[in-house]
């Protein structure tokens, strides 16, 4: 199986939606070792860095291993990718800020 194919795969495809759905830190947590676990699979890496920005509440750690994954060098698609990401991150911490009643 190709890299290619590995992406497309159904498999891979509803393991890793289902995990951005679910959004608990346990899945973040399954997201992002999948993540780090793909370095050098460039497409795999990139689905995986798009379903941690889709995530609804992003946790610490979530933002910090795009950070760290931005300040690395390779593949120059991938920085990209955690742009977009970090975005939707930021996006989203913001709304949940905008949202939380002060006192």
């Not at 290619?4 to 997201?31: E, R, T, Y």
């Not at 291993?65 to 970090?86: F, H």
Request: glycine letters at 8%; charged letters at 20%; proline letters at 5%.
């Amino acid at each position: 199986m190709t890299q290619s194919d590995d992406v497309k795969s159904a498999v891979f495809q509803v393991v890793s939606g289902a995990l951005a759905s679910a959004g608990s830190p346990q899945a973040q947590k399954a997201l992002i070792d999948a993540m780090q676990g793909a370095s050098g699979q460039v497409g795999k890496q990139r689905v995986l860095i798009a379903m941690l920005g889709m995530v609804k509440s992003p946790s610490i750690e979530c933002e910090a291993a795009l950070e760290d994954l931005m300040a690395q060098r390779g593949d120059p698609d991938v920085p990209n990718t955690v742009r977009l990401a970090l975005g939707n991150v930021a996006r989203t911490v913001r709304a949940g800020e905008q949202s939380v009643p002060t006192s």
